[in-house]
């Protein structure tokens, strides 16, 4: 018998994988499970399928985890979260009310006192701010590093700082928010390999919310983790807020266990509005990622833009180069950009604007621009803001699928302004 996953692409499978119709009157669409709790068919039912959400033993061959209570599983979370596996090929996904418990819940699972995290910099404002203000509350040190080292350079900065023998994971967002700073995944996996033990294993998590499910795919390599802000592209209207992390069976299911007693999982209906913008995720995704492609070649050719920060224009043959042609299947639709000048220009800009919004998040069907050393950024030392390339005349832009003609226009009367 074979198995729909095998043959059909995942964007086919958006509609229907993970639910029969037969299960809930015809209905072609999974309803709402909007319930908190569920009915065992026999108190031994009840006994194993709680063994099991509890960790007290593994499923057995063939065994399904079944339904309890919502704060542990709900129809509508679990058929989402098997339709999130087959975009990054993975085992297991637990799914999270929003992007940040989904990170902090990797962190607080697979961290303990005395641990170490390297991380790429820059990161999202709100990930710096967990591991420089919160974790060091239990004893957990956050060491940022370059994304322009090189193996050879990232293990010389984790042996100067003594921390070799400390270090429990490398956290990363490739490409870096907001700058598109690229991160080899293979090169952080080779590090994390050479310094694991028997005892200890280095883990690789990779936030990949600026590419989405579709562009790529940091399993493949080697990545222990894929973390998402499903707000963002999955979501892809604005509309909701919610978090991922995707993994092998046995990291998830540390994840499910611990989000069972944080409760921290989203809700029956914010998995069911996920599940809708599944349905339309590539389509979107695809026409966001030709509009930035045209915006950012006008942005290139504007004498008051200095300098745009977008996959499409990494100088051929740079190490940069090289990583996105290993681990990237497009340009995206993110772009940043210096204007000339510093705040006063970029807050003019901004301001300008008139069919784009000017407000943070990113990835949805609208087109948002935001000025990250004020904005998302800001709780960034401003000196460490510098060095990371986030000036004051830095503008981020998400781009998204209105008719890019329209984009432009807007964008070139708000330089003219």
Not at 180 to 190: A, H, P, R, V, Y
Request: overall charge negative; glycine content about 8%.
């Amino acid at each position: 018998m074979f198995k729909k996953e095998e043959i059909f692409r995942p964007e086919s499978l958006m509609m229907s994988y993970g639910y029969n119709p037969a299960w809930s009157e015809g209905a072609i669409k999974c309803p709402v499970f909007q319930t908190s709790t569920f009915v065992f068919a026999t108190a031994e039912e009840g006994k194993a399928f709680f063994e099991v959400a509890y960790g007290l033993r593994g499923k057995e061959p063939g065994e399904k985890t079944g339904l309890i209570y919502s704060r542990i599983n709900n129809p509508d979370l679990e058929i989402l979260e098997n339709r999130l596996c087959l975009w990054d090929k993975a085992e297991e996904c637990a799914v999270f009310e929003s992007g940040m418990s989904a990170i902090t819940t990797v962190f607080l699972e697979f961290l303990k006192p005395g641990d170490v995290v390297m991380y790429s910099m820059p990161l999202y404002g709100g990930t710096e701010h967990f591991l420089q203000h919160i974790l060091p509350k239990w004893g957990i040190k956050a060491i940022g590093f370059s994304p322009e080292l090189d193996e050879e350079g990232l293990l010389s900065q984790i042996r100067e700082n003594e921390v070799a023998s400390d270090l429990a994971m490398i956290y990363i967002e490739s490409p870096a928010n907001p700058t598109n700073t690229l991160i080899d995944i293979e090169m952080c996996k080779s590090v994390a390999s050479q310094l694991s033990t028997k005892e200890k294993t280095i883990r690789i998590a990779v936030d990949n919310t600026y590419m989405g499910p579709l562009w790529q795919h940091p399993l493949k390599h080697g990545a222990d983790f894929v973390l998402y802000s499903a707000t963002k592209y999955i979501g892809g209207h604005s509309d909701l807020i919610a978090g991922a992390v995707l993994g092998s069976s046995e990291l998830i299911t540390r994840i499910k266990t611990l989000r069972t007693f944080l409760g921290n999982m989203a809700s029956p209906w914010t998995g069911w509005m996920l599940m809708r913008s599944l349905e339309t995720l590539k389509v979107r995704m695809e026409q966001q990622a030709l509009n930035a492609a045209k915006v950012a070649v006008y942005l290139e050719a504007h004498p008051k833009v200095t300098r745009v920060y977008f996959l499409g224009n990494i100088p051929l043959n740079s190490e940069q180069h090289k990583i996105f042609q290993k681990q990237f299947l497009s340009t995206g639709a993110m772009l940043s950009f210096d204007i000339a000048g510093g705040e006063k220009e970029a807050f003019r800009f901004l301001n300008a604007l008139k069919l784009i919004k000017l407000a943070v998040s990113l990835g949805g069907t609208e087109s948002l621009a935001e000025h990250p050393a004020t904005m998302t950024h800001v709780g960034i030392e401003p000196q460490k803001r510098i060095e990371m390339g986030i000036t004051d005349a830095l503008i981020r832009i998400s781009v998204g699928v209105e008719n890019y003609h329209d984009l432009i226009w807007d964008i070139e009367q708000a330089l003219s302004d």
